[in-house]
């Protein structure tokens, strides 16, 4: 059974403090929380997946880290406004574990299409963390989620 797990980013320092959007001191430890928590649960990926955007790769960097995986891969099609067609049609080809760390409203709608609904179905929150697997038929289940 393929599983996909979304991660939104962690907390970041305010725009007008740090442009490039770093993940803040709480950000850091309530991702370093979540990841210990994946670590305790066995997760195992392949690779990350992350935007290009600073607090994504932050966040990714902390899981790979925690959960010992050396593929951390700059995804296009992942930014907050992007389209999830094209992120949702590669997960659906896929036939390992992956992580996916991304934004809002982008991390809801790619949700939304692997579980084959038409309405926003969780609110995702800063360093959270959703496990979804895929039956035989080919859509997807939530399994889990984590906050901080």
Do not use: C
Request: charged share 30%; hydrophobic share 40%.
């Amino acid at each position: 059974m393929t599983r996909i797990y979304l991660v939104q980013h962690g907390k970041t320092y305010p725009k007008e403090v740090d442009p490039e959007r770093r993940l803040s001191e709480e950000g850091v430890r309530e991702t370093e929380s979540v990841a210990r928590k994946a670590r305790a649960l066995e997760v195992k990926v392949r690779e990350i997946w992350h935007s290009g955007k600073t607090r994504a790769r932050m966040t990714a960097e902390i899981f790979s880290e925690y959960l010992g995986v050396d593929e951390l891969i700059e995804k296009e099609n992942l930014a907050p406004l992007d389209d999830p067609r094209p992120i949702y049609e590669e997960l659906m080809n896929i036939d390992y574990d992956v992580m996916v760390v991304g934004h809002l409203p982008h991390l809801s709608k790619l949700l939304s299409m692997l579980l084959h609904v038409d309405t926003e179905v969780l609110r995702f929150n800063y360093s959270h963390l959703l496990a979804l697997e895929r039956e035989e038929s080919g859509k997807f289940l939530i399994i889990w989620y984590i906050p901080p």
